[in-house]
Nanobody, 129 residues
Framework: QVQLEESGGGRVQAGGSLRLSCEVS????????MAWFRQAPGKERQFVAA????????YYSGSVKGRFTISRDNAKNTVYLQMNGLKVEDTADYYC??????????????????????WGQGTQVSVSS
């Protein structure tokens, strides 16, 4: 079974930066569609970003586009989420997700939580004003 382990969360002041990492088990990691989701207290989990296995395409929610960057290093079986210009509303638990059976996605299907087969335990990001 594929396992994911997130790290890099913490507390920062508004305007600061953090880089989240997600280490993934699996011999064929380069074929996995990967994504980040987040869930703020009292709110539903929402899509943040996704990246194709080949890394040739990425997708972002409108609220983070231009501030966050998703990337991957297939040699290290790791996906990253670089977060710059953090805002208070970015405060949430951030989850890494993997779709073992797809290397790419398109349109709204990238945002569908149900398509992802495996999830990490989450890492806390707290942004203060």
């Amino acid at each position: 079974q594929v396992q994911l382990e997130e790290s890099g969360g913490g507390r920062v002041q508004a305007g600061g930066s953090l880089r989240l990492s997600c280490e993934v088990s699996g011999r064929t990691f380069s074929t996995y569609l990967m994504a980040w989701f987040r869930q703020a207290p009292g709110k539903e989990r929402q899509f943040v970003a996704a990246i194709w296995g080949s890394a040739t395409m990425t997708y972002y929610s409108g609220s983070v586009k231009g501030r966050f960057t998703i990337s991957r290093d297939n040699a290290k079986n790791t996906v990253y989420l670089q977060m710059n210009g953090l805002k208070v509303e970015d405060t949430a638990d951030y989850y890494c997700a993997a779709d073992e059976d797809a290397s790419y996605c398109g349109g709204s299907y990238c945002y569908d939580q149900a398509r992802y087969d495996y999830w990490g335990q989450g890492t806390q990001v707290s942004v203060s004003s």
